[in-house]
């Protein structure tokens, strides 16, 4: 066994800070533990496996939270933006509740089938971010200063869409431990009323940093160890294959940006060569006689290269074109 001895309050999400004992106070000795009014001490049995240095697993399900969570805020907020791991750390709930900053948002989930409780906590700029760069804010603009005021309605509109986006890519991330579903219940703004385990409870304290363009904040995630308990044995082992698993959500995400990229598509309706006399003599008025008509079909191209045939029609007051083959398909239909 051994003794972690809390730290004073901390206001901000900073876990760089190592828990310290408490002045006035002396080296526990085996079996005891002596502390100064106030503090609370956590007992953490190692040989169980609690500290997140035995799950090696968690690791990589928190670096596939944040590669899960780059893509879905960049779909959402249609900005360039990423998410990055900030450190995992074993602390009491207790500890976890007090590094809260004022104005945070606390959400409480349920974890299913497991039957247990985690907190995510979000900090106020993060939601003042994302409600400025989704109603039209730019990404390049120098970060607005957090300011201690309550959260509005629009705001917890917003933070109630991130904190779905949120668990939705956690569970996803759990999903090669063990199937689980992580369901958002309420939302707090005050630590006290966000209590899911018992103070001392040991909880893995899972730090995000959000980036997007110039505007940043933190997210993290309190997970009672009681919570992981179904899943400690898988968590224990070591992971295998991680990077084919790294690799194929990176092709997912590059096949879906693939798709939604721009082209420019030139509909040619005849080419021919002419002399340069004529091309240099042209001016207002000129007339450039074509051999083909109304009804000659047209070519759909794409940086010179033929990708359809079709014929121009009418839809309203517009000109169209509707497609009556695809380069490349007809031939193979021909050869099948």
């Known amino acids: 066994m051994s003794t972690i001895a809390s730290p004073t309050k901390i206001r901000h999400l900073d876990a760089t800070a190592e828990p310290r004992d408490v002045p006035g106070t002396s080296e526990p000795s085996a079996g ?3 502390t100064a009014p106030g503090a609370s001490i956590v007992l953490l049995d190692r040989s169980r496996g609690t500290g997140p240095e035995r799950w090696p697993a968690l690791e990589l399900v928190v670096d596939d939270l944040a590669r899960r969570l780059t893509v879905a805020l960049r779909r959402y907020t249609l900005r360039a933006g990423s998410v990055q791991a900030a450190g995992i750390s074993t602390r009491s709930l207790e500890i976890c509740l007090e590094s809260v900053p004022a104005r945070a948002v606390i959400a409480v989930f349920a974890a299913e089938p497991w039957g247990e409780r985690g907190l995510l906590v979000i900090e106020s700029c993060l939601i003042d971010a994302i409600v400025d760069l989704t109603l039209g804010g730019h990404e390049d603009a120098p970060p607005a200063p957090c300011e201690q005021r309550s959260l509005t309605a629009v705001g917890a509109r917003f933070g ?10 956690l569970g996803q991330a759990f999903g090669r431990i ?3 579903v992580f369901r958002y219940e309420r939302m707090e703004t005050r630590p006290e009323l966000a209590v899911v385990a018992h103070p001392d409870a040991p909880c893995l304290f899972c730090r995000l940093h959000v980036c997007i363009g110039r505007q940043d ?3 993290a995630l309190l997970l009672p160890h009681a919570m992981l ?3 400690r044995d898988r968590l224990a082992r070591k992971p295998e294959n991680g990077g084919a698993k790294r690799s194929a959500l990176w092709a997912e995400h590059l096949a879906h940006e693939v798709w939604r990229a721009n082209v420019e598509i030139a ?9 340069l006399r004529d091309v240099l003599g042209l001016a207002v008025g000129s007339v450039l006689h074509l051999r083909a008509r109304t009804d000659s079909p047209v070519r759909l191209q794409h940086e010179g290269l033929t ?5 121009i029609g009418r839809s309203g007051d ?3 074109v509707r497609v009556e083959a695809v380069s490349g398909r007809d031939e193979e239909d021909d050869r099948a």
């Open 267 to 275: 509909v040619v309706l005849e080419e021919r060569d002419v002399r």
């Open 229 to 231: 308990e179904p899943a």
């Open 318 to 320: 517009r000109l169209s």
């Open 217 to 219: 904040g933190m997210l």
């Open 160 to 169: 109630e869409r991130l904190i779905e986006l949120t668990l939705e890519a």
């Open 307 to 311: 990708m359809a045939i079709g014929r």
């Open 178 to 180: 063990a199937r689980v």
């Open 32 to 34: 005891s533990a002596r």
